[in-house]
């Protein structure tokens, strides 16, 4: 029988203006810091990397603009200079891509990461994953790392000036996270390690659910206005700690599975991963046979900030054609992960639940 595993970064930090306190965490690790941030992000956030400098004057932040994807020839450029001026940490600064390439440095350099989103657009911060792209487009290779991040720091007023549809692709992304791992609980099925799932994975992928429930309209309309509250607060923490911690080490199901074959047409290209999610959880609890109380209440949360809710909105302009029908739904039955529920799941089952899910949408739209 498998063991229970439970992974997680090292320190997870949150707060309205934690990024000027960003050398209090960087300088127990060493004097030289390896700076990874994009272009706009080095303009943006320079008056709080200087005035964090104040903790500590001794300490170098060496600072290199991102080229813009997270490849190798990128990843072997930064793991050069971070040789070359012997840096202590990686510290990656800004979205998902510049973290993922922090993370990958600092894998092959063999160096302690940070990481600072500078949104919350996904769960990503808080795994040990990096999507590397080719150069040309499209993925490349997932890179399995050796850790998760030591430190997470999350500036929250950082977090709400970007904009609303972030926050809320990365809720669309958050609440497949425990109707997902719920069915991978009730089967035994493996995390996202391939071990057991613990208790305390099942308590936080729980939380990260009724915490979007309960607060993320309310955060969303915050962020509207770029304002932190506590229900913002709560959201941010959902979509990054809640949710990283959820997925790893509860797993991913038959959500991440059909979003895996929805993304796949050209015809989607530009629709955020959490857009994808948001729709294909509405196929995942038709695929598991949810109540329809439960259905509709989902289709209502994801409509109220913004989340595709029909095919047509994610891309299907005209409505989805029988062979790309076919194409996702064979995409999506050929990971293993969306087997482990209780129904039996085959190409037909998964058609037939997007369909629905679909019809469903179309449903909601009309009655409005």
Known sequence: MLDRVFVSPSRYVQGNGALSHLAQYTSSYGDTVLLIES????????????????????????????CGECTKDEIDRLVGIAKEVSADLVLGLGGGKVLDTAKAVAHYAG????????????????????????????????????????????????????????????????????????????????????????????????????????????????????????????????????????????????????????????RTAGHMHGEFVAFSTIAHLVLIDASEEQLWQIIDFLNSVGLPITLEQLGYEGGITDEELELAASIANSDDSIHHITKTVDVDAVKAAIVAADAMGHDYLDAE
């Open 39 to 66: 272009q706009g992000g080095k303009k943006r956030l320079h008056d709080s990397i200087e005035k964090s400098r104040a903790d500590a004057p001794n300490q170098n932040f060496v600072e290199e603009v991102f």
């Open 111 to 266: 160096l302690p990461v940070m990481v600072a989103p500078t949104n919350a657009s996904s769960d990503a911060p808080c795994s040990a994953l990096s999507v590397v792209y080719k150069p040309e487009g499209g993925m490349d290779f997932l890179l399995k790392l050796d850790r998760n991040p030591d430190i997470v720091l999350v500036d929250s007023q950082i977090i709400a000036t970007a904009p609303a549809h972030l926050l809320a692709t990365g809720m669309g992304d958050a609440l497949a996270t425990y109707l997902e791992m719920q069915a991978l609980y009730e089967t035994d099925g493996p995390n996202f390690v391939g071990s057991r799932i613990t208790l305390a994975a099942h308590a936080i992928a729980e939380q990260c659910y009724k915490t979007l429930m309960e607060s993320g309209y309310k955060a969303y309309l915050a962020n509207t206005r770029h304002v932190v509250t506590r229900a913002f607060e709560d959201v941010v923490e959902a979509n990054i700690l809640l949710s990283g911690l959820g997925f790893e080490s509860g797993g991913t199901s038959g959500a991440h599975s059909i979003n895996n074959g929805l993304s796949a047409n050209p």
